[in-house]
C-alpha cells in the first residue's frame, strides 16, 4: 500500500543483449536477503504460464546461509561474531566508523570464502580478505608452536592450508569505502583491514583457549593439508624430473 514502484527499460543500442537469466535475480536477491537479515525479498517473474514467485528470508543472515551451504557433518560449529570500530585511513583523513559480522566454521566436504561490504559481494575481497589470511594463518600457528604440534625443521603453514577445511563468510559495513577500482569488487580501506585483524585476531586467542577439543582438531586438520600439500608438490617435482630424463633431447 505503501512504498516505490520503480520500472526500467533498457536501452537496446547500449545493452545489445537484454536477455537478462532470471537466474540472475535469484542470485542477488539471495544474497541481499541474507546480508539484510530479517528482510524479506520476494521475486515476482511473469511467465507464460502465470506469475511465479519465489522468496528470500534470512532470520539470522549469514549464520543461516553458512549454515545452509555445510549442512550438519563439520569439524566445528558454527562460530559468529560482531564488532564495530572507529578510525581513519590516514592521520590527514576523517575518522569513519565501520561494523561487521563474521560466521565460519572447519568443514572438510565444504570449504568457501565470501565477503560482503555495504550489502555488495566483494569478488576479489581486498581488505577483509587480507585481514581474514593475517588472522588466521598468525593464529593456527601460534597455536600449533604453543602445543609443539609442527616436526622438527617442519615448515609454517600457509592460508592455503587453512582455506582448504574453512567455511567463511563476513558482513560488514562502513561509512567511508574506498574501492580498489570501478568493478567494486574489492576494497582498500587500510583502517578496516587493521580494525579486523586485530579483532580477528584476539578472538580466534580467546576461543582457542575456550574451545580446547575444537581448536585440537582445526589445527590437526590443517597440519594434514599442509603435509598432503607438501607430499603432492613433492611426488609431482620427482616424477617431473623422472619424465624429464628419460626425453631424447
Not at 43 to 57: A, C, F, I, V
Not at 61 to 87: K, N, P
Not at 105 to 127: I, P, R, T
Not at 222 to 234: H, I, M, P, Q, W
Request: some cysteine.
Amino acid at each position: 500500500q505503501t512504498g516505490t514502484v520503480q520500472r526500467w527499460k533498457p536501452d537496446t543500442e547500449v545493452f545489445t543483449d537484454i536477455n537478462i537469466p532470471i537466474e540472475f535475480y535469484k542470485d542477488i536477491l539471495n544474497k541481499q536477503a541474507m546480508v539484510n537479515a530479517g528482510l524479506r525479498f520476494i521475486l515476482r517473474n511473469e511467465t507464460p504460464d502465470g506469475m511465479e514467485e519465489t522468496e528470500y528470508y534470512y532470520k539470522n543472515g549469514i549464520v543461516d546461509y553458512l549454515s545452509q551451504a555445510v549442512g550438519e557433518d563439520t569439524l566445528t560449529t558454527i562460530e559468529t561474531w560482531e564488532c564495530e570500530r572507529e578510525g581513519r585511513d590516514r592521520e590527514d583523513k576523517e575518522d569513519y566508523k565501520m561494523k561487521m559480522q563474521i560466521a565460519f566454521c572447519f568443514s572438510n566436504k565444504v570449504n568457501m570464502l565470501e565477503y560482503y561490504h555495504n550489502s555488495s559481494y566483494l569478488e576479489h575481497g581486498g581488505s577483509p580478505d587480507k585481514a581474514v589470511k593475517n588472522a588466521f594463518v598468525y593464529s593456527i600457528d601460534r597455536y600449533l608452536k604453543q602445543n609443539g604440534q609442527y616436526n622438527k625443521n617442519e615448515s609454517k603453514i600457509t592460508f592455503n592450508d587453512i582455506a582448504d577445511c574453512l567455511a567463511l563468510v563476513i558482513n560488514s559495513f562502513s561509512t567511508q569505502t574506498s574501492y580498489e577500482n570501478q568493478t567494486k569488487k574489492a576494497i582498500n580501506n587500510k583502517f578496516i583491514q587493521d580494525a579486523m585483524t586485530e579483532f580477528l585476531r584476539h578472538q580466534l586467542e580467546v576461543y582457542f583457549i575456550e574451545n580446547k577439543a575444537d581448536a585440537d582438531k582445526i589445527a590437526s586438520q590443517v597440519l594434514v593439508n599442509k603435509r598432503s600439500r607438501e607430499n603432492a608438490e613433492k611426488a609431482r617435482i620427482d616424477i617431473k624430473k623422472k619424465l624429464t630424463g628419460s626425453m631424447d633431447v
